[in-house]
């Protein structure tokens, strides 16, 4: 139900041998051709497909376009291409390129070439939406009939992806055709943005997802916080990014929300976050100066660069299975952030990832046995 | 003026080395130090984790891959997080949760290379702290103080540190004054029984001052032990005042800074030549992978080093032929790894093409894997080494390896020729 984040191919900060420390890590990593596209060259020469290039060659992989933590810069999508952005610059993509870029990574899944830019702020209009629905088509088309003639191609997976902005009549249309055509899934472009913008969108996503159908898997990208997780899970969505511990590591942070819907759940989220009074602490010091990925710390977090830890010799969390909580203490981790030491990134990677996953787990007993409101409420009481 | 010997002070200090093999041909030993926290197998070379972490991989890791000791730094941890934290979390084994050994210096090396305004007298070293400008002392007692805290199994006396490229006056006071400070050090150490305490030589590049405080040292030990004064070298008033000083190790200090190879290997082998065959000998500093080898042929049997993790971090692999400076255009499409002999996690999975690509990303991973693999070479050169030792082989390895690191034994550098040569190794 979520997608490993990797960046250029790697789990950020962790080696498969760190990695392999965090329990029940997902089946699937997302891999984004924004930071693999550049690599083309080296792939296609390479010719064993990026699975085996990066180390995972037991991983289900699946390709998107963009990298859900940095966002590129809108207006380059014509009517014959796409770009994505590397390290390198602008990687231009027509749809014979990239498919081209696909034969030489040969991923399990990858989303289509697709014109994500109708949801973006300046773009609100109906025609602009109309043109996402139509370009997106088009692609979708191309692609499909380029992938019948390619051998190393047969046993990947085209996810097709759901445009038209905020325009309901547009969204519907787009769902319904590309429905029509021989996809393995569904990507749901276009419905992040701040909580607020996603509220909005909601209704949206529920009538979407109503025109799919059931039995092949929804993606949603850019959606990553846990509230706003359950939230589209009860509109249909199955898959999602995990780059939100990626963000909360940024920060020097951790995660400590519960997500144990026990029949007390007031006493579990004491047990993890502390008394009242640091839950009121932590609302009051939300806007945190992060590198890189300049996101508000959230309430589902504790800022290890806090003074107070220092001298707290407790785990991150307690009772957390992770390498980093059975092995070290809050004040070794603020050490290392004060320090600018890199193990406080791997070490806090390494216990968000497994909180993260902890937490999905608990979505699906939650889902099994009936119990997501329960769950959702609990989720709720932690966001602000 | 000091008491009569106190009957502590009267004991020897503990035989850590247990020498398990010497070369026939050169000064090479193989041995075991037995430690608080474990045997240790030497030649060793000791990875520098500075601030309670070697750098960004775990302390599983790193036992992964065979380190049994490894340095922290008192100067950066008496600061940040500082001694008193350190102890309620344990000591630094407990604060980073490392089961083997650790090895502390004294904190006098980065107080002169780092600290642009610090004062040496005969207190110790006055500087003011980077991070929040108060003015501390750095004294022997502090230092040992500080150590004692950390509960590190080797510690190191504070020495006088001047740079290898300083002559004159100031090279002689620093040396007889490390001598002073090794004994308030020894007076200080409160825990003789679980912390090792080395003494340090010095005396710069000078032939005769190295050879002063060696025998300077010698002739306090003796001097207690046979009370001969006539045991005495002059100008040595404050051995008599002394009581007995012994200590478990030594080191070799003042070296690989800004010297010439020719004099470095030549006060290594002025050093060797005097110390006690059965105390453990450890070169500060050292290093490259062609100064180990050279360095075991000429007696020493433990090393520290930032490099191999340094050059890890920019993006620069160790091999047997040198290094791949893996960030290059020649290795985008290299699918080999580093290494192919090598047993590291990295070499197993990884392709120079695949650590190039992520070397130019901002994942820092890339930077962890070369970390694990320069540690990897290093401690696989120590291993090798050792082997060779014990089946004595030692003077073939040799030859060996500087053919595969030079090509051509004409090419190896002087300096390590002569080195060599002096101990009775010939390359040809």
Redesign the interface.
């Known amino acids: 139900m979520k997608l490993s984040l990797t960046?250029?191919?790697?789990?950020?900060?962790?080696?498969?041998?760190?990695l392999h420390?965090i329990h029940k890590v997902p089946a699937m990593a997302q891999l984004t051709l924004s930071?693999l596209a550049e690599?083309h060259?080296?792939l296609a020469?390479?010719k064993e497909g990026v699975g085996k290039?990066?180390?995972m060659p037991e991983s289900l992989l699946y390709c998107s376009l963009h990298d859900p933590v940095s966002p590129c810069p809108a207006g380059y999508v014509t009517n014959k291409s796409v770009s994505v952005w590397g390290?390198?610059g602008r990687v231009e993509m027509t749809v014979s390129k990239f498919m081209a870029i696909q034969q030489a990574l040969q991923p399990d899944w990858f989303q289509c070439l697709s014109d994500g830019e109708a949801s973006c702020a300046e773009a609100t209009s109906i025609k602009r939406a109309r043109k996402s629905v139509d370009r997106s088509l088009l692609f979708l088309d191309n692609c499909l009939r380029l992938q019948e003639e390619s051998e190393a191609l047969q046993r990947s997976t085209i996810i097709g992806v759901i445009e038209g902005g905020d325009v309901m009549e547009e969204r519907l249309r787009s769902a319904r055709e590309t429905a029509k055509r021989p996809v393995g899934g569904f990507l749901l472009d276009g419905f992040q943005g701040d909580p607020m913008t996603l509220e909005t969108r909601l209704h949206l996503l529920s009538s979407v997802t109503a025109e799919l159908p059931e039995d092949k898997p929804r993606l949603i990208c850019s959606v990553s916080r846990p509230d706003e997780v359950l939230e589209c899970i009860e509109r249909g969505v199955d898959l999602f990014e995990s780059f939100f511990p990626y963000q909360v590591t940024e920060r020097g942070c951790a995660l400590t929300f519960s997500f144990d819907y026990q029949p007390n759940p007031e006493e579990t989220l004491l047990q993890q976050n502390g008394t009242q009074e640091e839950i009121k602490y932590v609302h009051q010091t939300k806007k945190i100066k992060t590198t890189?990925c300049n996101q508000e710390m959230t309430s589902f977090e504790i800022n290890l660069k806090e003074k107070k830890y220092?001298?707290d010799?407790e785990p991150l969390v307690r009772g957390c299975s992770c390498?980093c909580c059975q092995?070290?203490?809050r004040?070794?981790i603020h050490?290392?952030l004060?320090?600018n030491?890199?193990?406080a990134?791997?070490?806090l990677m390494m216990h968000n990832f497994e909180h993260y996953f902890g937490f999905f787990h608990s979505i699906r007993e939650a889902l099994k046995n009936d119990r997501l409101a329960q769950l959702k409420e609990l989720i709720r009481r932690q966001a602000s | 003026m000091a008491a009569a010997a106190s009957p502590s002070s009267m004991e020897s200090a503990p035989r850590i080395m247990r020498l398990v093999a010497e070369c026939s041909r050169s000064r090479a030993r193989a041995g075991e130090l037995r430690l608080p926290h474990g045997p240790v197998a030497t030649p060793v070379f000791m990875p520098v984790g500075t601030q309670a972490t070697m750098k960004g991989i775990t302390a599983e890791q790193l036992d992964a891959l065979g380190c049994r000791i490894c340095l922290g730094n008192t100067y950066h941890l008496g600061l940040r997080p500082g001694p008193e934290l350190i102890q309620k979390a344990h000591g630094l084994h407990g604060f980073m949760n490392w089961p083997h050994n650790l090895l502390t210096d004294s904190g006098g090396f980065q107080m002169v290379s780092l600290v642009s305004l610090s004062e040496v007298t005969e207190e110790g070293v006055r500087f003011r702290s980077p991070y929040d400008g108060e003015e501390t002392l750095l004294s022997p007692e502090r230092s040992v103080e500080i150590q004692n805290a950390l509960g590190s199994d080797i510690i190191m006396q504070l020495d006088d540190v001047v740079s290898s490229t300083v002559t004159g006056p100031r090279v002689e006071e620093a040396m007889f004054r490390s001598i002073r400070w090794l004994d308030r050090c020894i007076a200080a150490h409160r825990r003789p029984d679980q912390q090792n305490l080395f003494a340090i030589i010095q005396g710069g590049l000078d032939a005769h001052l190295r050879a002063t405080c060696l025998e300077a040292w010698l002739a306090k030990w003796c001097h207690v032990r046979t009370r001969d004064p006539r045991q005495q070298t002059p100008g040595h008033r404050e051995a008599e005042q002394m009581t007995k000083r012994d200590v478990p190790g030594f080191a070799i200090g003042g070296l690989s800074g800004g010297e010439s190879k020719n004099q470095f290997w030549r006060m290594v082998a002025l050093s060797t030549a005097r110390l006690p065959r059965d105390k453990p000998r450890y070169l500060m500093g050292v290093g490259y992978a062609t100064d180990l080898v050279v360095c075991v042929a000429l007696g020493c049997d433990m090393f520290d080093c930032v490099f191999p993790t340094r050059t890890a971090r920019f993006g620069s692999a160790l091999v047997p032929t040198g290094n791949l400076q893996l960030k290059k255009k020649q290795y985008e499409k290299d699918f080999r790894p580093i290494d192919p002999e090598c047993a590291c996690p990295t070499c197993q999975t990884h392709s120079r093409a695949f650590l190039h690509a992520l070397l130019h990303s901002d994942n820092t991973a890339a930077l962890h894997h070369l970390t694990v693999h320069n540690i990897a070479y290093q401690l696989q050169l120590m291993s090798a080494v050792r082997a060779s030792i014990v089946e004595k082989r030692f003077p073939d390895f040799v030859r060996h390896f500087m053919g595969t690191m030079y090509g051509d034994p004409t090419l190896c550098p002087t300096w390590a020729t002569e080195a060599l040569a002096s101990v009775g190794i010939t390359l040809a």
């Open positions: 960046k250029t191919g790697s789990a950020p900060h962790l080696t498969p041998h760190t420390n930071s690599h060259e080296v020469e390479y290039f990066i180390g390290v390198g890189g220092q001298g010799f390498y092995n070290h203490t004040a070794y050490h290392l004060v320090t030491e890199l193990l990134g791997v070490l």
